[in-house]
């Protein structure tokens, strides 16, 4: 039978390595008891078997990982400051890849918090990020202002520099020749400036005050028509029936394609025309030289099927015909300001 080892021989074995000793009698190889380390003071359980050989306790183990986890953390550190060398300096010190720090930026000279993992990817500081957005905005206005002369219609010239696709600049209007500040969104959309929008057209104010052309109370066509020239494109309009020849003669329309519906009057024939080109709005498109042109009508041009449109203005004309006002129809169908909405209103109330 093997003789169990006494306390004092286990505390002899301890001694051979000096890491720790015994506080609780010896009790087995396998029993956990009380030790207390020389190295870092602490006392923690355990088991024989493993101390007389000289390992540590749970302090020994918990200094290694730390010993361990230091040393790769200071060569990550190395490996970190080698690959941001020439872009950017460490303000704070080097923890891990996972907590922020603040780096100083060579090239804008300027301290941002950032994540190592991220620096390391390759990715800059805000500054960097901010720098590389004002560039693109840069670069995208400069090639919209290299365009902007070629882009505008035919009868506008640009006086002052491109600034912004929303900053108004002066112009020159070749139809009036007057000068005005207008947007560029607004010039390349074709509408032109202050004098251009000035002059004397349908609009549903005067329809509503019956005033202008809407005061002669003359039978009037609604009408649609595909563009001779541009397959794919329609367009619909209105003109007196007493001048319907001169209208049609002109060599965009297709002439001999025309669809028309006769209306009692102006009032009538552009109520549908607004309705119409209300329903038709996602479809708004003008073929550039037309546009450029500022061919009259461009604005009522869509690229859209002729069949298409006449079946659209169709619904129309039967609706009109069903409601028999038609302020009532254009509440329904035309888009207006509250201001024109309150004015229909009441021109609907009357003719009721």
Request: proline fraction near 5%; include cysteine.
């Amino acid at each position: 039978m093997v003789r169990k080892k006494t306390h004092v021989e286990y505390v002899i074995e301890l001694a051979v390595h000096s890491r720790v000793v015994a506080l609780e009698e010896y009790q087995g190889l396998h029993t956990p008891i009380l030790h207390r380390c020389l190295i870092h003071g602490e006392k923690h359980p355990g088991y024989p078997s493993r101390l007389r050989n000289g390992a540590g306790l749970q302090c020994c183990k918990i200094a290694a990982h730390r010993k361990e986890a230091a040393r790769k953390n200071e060569i990550a550190r190395q490996e970190h400051d080698e690959k941001i060398k020439g872009r950017l300096e460490r303000v704070d010190p080097y923890i891990d890849s996972t907590v922020k720090i603040r780096y100083r930026c060579l090239e804008h000279s300027e301290i941002h918090y950032a994540l190592p993992s991220n620096v390391l990817k390759g990715q800059g500081l805000l500054c960097c990020k901010t720098a590389g957005v004002q560039a693109h905005a840069n670069r995208k206005k400069a090639a919209a202002a290299a365009s902007y002369v070629d882009d505008l219609p035919d009868w506008l010239i640009p006086l002052e520099p491109y600034q912004g696709a929303f900053t108004p600049i002066l112009h020159r209007c070749l139809i009036h020749g007057e000068e005005h500040k207008a947007s560029p969104t607004q010039t390349k959309s074709g509408h032109g400036l202050k004098c251009c929008m000035a002059t004397g057209s349908d609009n549903i104010g005067t329809c509503l005050a019956g005033t202008d052309r809407f005061a002669e109370g003359k039978p009037t066509l609604f009408y649609v028509v595909p563009l001779e020239r541009f397959p794919g494109y329609t367009k619909c309009g209105i003109v007196q029936v007493d001048v319907q020849d001169s209208r049609f003669n002109d060599p965009q329309y297709s002439s001999m394609e025309v669809t028309s519906w006769e209306c009692n009057d102006r009032i009538e024939a552009f109520m549908l025309e607004q309705a119409l080109l209300n329903q038709t709005r996602t479809s708004a498109e003008c073929p550039q030289e037309l546009r450029k042109q500022r061919w009259a009508g461009y604005t009522e041009v869509r690229k859209m099927s002729a069949e298409d449109m006449i079946n659209l203005a169709q619904n129309l004309v039967d609706r009109l015909h069903e409601i028999g006002c038609p302020y009532q129809f254009a509440l329904e169908y035309v888009s207006m300001s509250s201001g024109h909405r309150t004015k229909c209103q009441e021109l609907a109330d009357l003719w009721a």
